[in-house]
């Protein structure tokens, strides 16, 4: 059995290996910008009406919050697409973990 911190070891190196070597070429039908190798956001919608606007896999009440949380937890993104949110593709959670990058990565200014 491994540890809490190995745990995290393994999944940090899976993060990074979906990142940074996923295959976006392989995807069919999906418009990407190759410079950034991010999905443009039509797996990701926002519904005033849906969960309280907050961004939402392919219209479904699956939160991006959500697939992220589970891989807080250690679940890897076969376990999550077979046993705790079928309706998601491998690309879905992918494109959360994108999406989140994104968030974080934003240019904060400083009043002079």
């Known amino acids: 059995m491994l540890k809490k911190n190995q745990k995290k070891s393994i999944?940090?190196?899976?993060?990074e290996r979906m990142i940074?070597?996923?295959d976006f070429c392989n995807l069919?039908?999906?418009?990407?910008?190759?410079?950034?190798s991010l999905m443009l956001p039509n797996r990701i919608t926002f519904d005033p009406n849906q969960c309280g606007g907050k961004p939402c896999m392919r219209g479904m009440r699956i939160r991006v919050t959500d697939v992220l949380e589970l891989l807080a937890v250690?679940?890897?993104?076969?376990?999550?697409?077979?046993?705790?949110?079928?309706d998601l593709e491998y690309a879905d959670v992918v494109t959360c973990l994108q999406y989140a990058a994104t968030k974080?990565?934003?240019?904060?200014l400083i009043a002079a």
Do not use: A, W, Y
């Open 11 to 15: 999944l940090c190196e899976e993060v």
């Open 104 to 108: 974080l990565n934003h240019p904060v």
């Open 20 to 22: 940074f070597q996923f």
């Open 28 to 36: 069919k039908n999906e418009k990407l910008c190759r410079k950034t």
């Open 74 to 86: 250690g679940l890897t993104i076969d376990e999550i697409i077979k046993d705790e949110l079928p």
